[in-house]
């Protein structure tokens, strides 16, 4: 079993820049691909970022490549989305998964494990 817990969601202004975070417990990550997917207010949930268990090919939604970051720290067992220029539709609760699969270039969150989210609030 993996316990997930995602930090560093808040309120920043457009343009300004966060760090979250997804610390997880019970078992190590090195062996998990993992996935960064967001839900914003009376929208579906949608993939954000990935990053396979090697940390060798990052994947990003088209709404924030070129503007977030994922990558992953296998020694602190924790994985980063590292978010830039943000704008108002970036607001959202972001989930943490691990152990999804790739299909092509797309992440699968089918099974694995769910962090319960954090807010982020991007306010003009």
């Known amino acids: 079993q993996v316990q997930l817990v995602e930090s560093g969601g808040g309120l920043v202004q457009v343009g300004g820049s966060l760090r979250l975070s997804c610390a997880a417990s019970g078992r190590t990550l090195s062996s998990y691909n993992m996935g960064w997917f967001r839900r914003a207010p009376g929208k579906e949930r949608e993939f954000v970022a990935a990053?396979?268990?090697?940390?060798?090919?990052?994947v990003y939604a088209d709404s924030v490549k070129g503007r977030f970051t994922i990558s992953r720290d296998n020694a602190k067992n924790t994985v980063y989305l590292q978010m830039n220029s943000l704008k108002p539709e970036d607001t959202a609760v972001y989930y943490c998964h691990a152990g999804g699969k790739y299909s092509g270039s797309a992440y699968v969150p089918s099974l694995g494990y769910w962090g319960k989210g954090t807010q982020v609030t991007v306010s003009s």
């Open positions: 990053i396979p268990w090697s940390g060798s090919t990052t």
